[in-house]
């Protein structure tokens, strides 16, 4: 069960995103020059600390300790906003996963599109920021003091998510979504943060996600899972299928144990 609870929190850390003149075009190949990517990106999750450094030769290296040490090495290949991983060697798993950039200044985060990989995308999935992300809070607290514009709220937000400090999170979210009500991402953002010990609370922030983005396999995923944990199992795999038929498709193999008494057997294999 806590393997799922992990699964549950690192996808709910990385399904909302912002982006500035920063983000990349769309429909086109990034060059060396323009791949703002490129170097050392931190996350702090209940796990631990890992971290990615994507380098200009198209390898991307992975520490899962943030201990100065190479645990992994894939290819990635930027085309507009979309990123591709292709695991080197086969050293996590066969095939590729396809997922959205968004960056910012003070942070990047992959949104999935397509990728049968659990392992790869509790690994990918969540929001990055820089090793000086310190230094980053500092700016956002000194510019919040002067001028509370919820912008900033939602980028100090980020960064929290991305280090681990999900209850300053929160209460970040809770200011920027008193100015902006309409967006889905960031319900999910703070559905986030409410896990586990907020369980209606990351139910109804799904609901607020769904009526604005009906399709959006995330909200669904997140909320089928609160419910699940909240005992309404057969509503929980239900969430759970709408996610899959929405394109999470590693759902059908990840919580099979869970619904097989609520999936029918087409479904399942």
Request: aromatic share 12%; glycine share 8%; net charge negative.
């Amino acid at each position: 069960m806590k393997t799922k609870l992990m699964f549950f929190i690192l996808l709910s850390t990385g399904v909302s995103f912002a982006c500035n003149s920063n983000k990349m075009h769309n429909n086109q190949t990034i060059t060396k020059s323009e791949n703002t990517l490129i170097g050392k990106w931190v996350r702090i999750g209940h796990t631990g600390p890992i971290s990615f450094e994507f380098k200009d030769n198209g390898l991307v290296e992975g520490d899962f300790g943030n201990d100065q040490s190479v645990d992994l090495i894939s290819r990635y290949e930027l085309l507009g906003d979309t990123i591709k991983f292709i695991d080197k060697e086969g050293h996590m798993c066969e095939g590729n996963g396809l997922y959205k950039v968004y960056q910012t200044e003070y942070y990047v985060s992959f949104d999935l599109i397509e990728d049968d990989c659990g392992g790869r995308i509790k690994t990918t999935m969540g929001f990055w920021t820089k090793p000086d992300f310190n230094d980053f809070i500092t700016i956002l607290d000194e510019q919040i003091e002067t001028s509370p514009a919820p912008d900033l709220y939602l980028s100090r937000a980020r960064i929290y998510l991305a280090t681990g400090m999900t209850n300053k999170a929160k209460v970040d979210f809770d200011n920027y979504l008193l100015t902006d009500t309409l967006d889905a991402r960031v319900y999910l953002n703070r559905a986030g943060t409410r896990f586990p010990n907020d369980l209606s609370g990351v139910v109804s922030d799904c609901n607020k996600a769904i009526s604005l983005e009906p399709d959006n396999k995330n909200a669904y995923f997140l909320r089928g899972l609160a419910l699940y944990e909240s005992g309404e199992k057969e509503q929980g795999c239900e969430d759970f299928s709408k996610a899959i038929e929405l394109g999470f498709s590693v759902l059908r193999i990840a919580e099979q144990e869970k619904c097989i008494d609520f999936w029918d057997k087409k479904m399942i294999e």
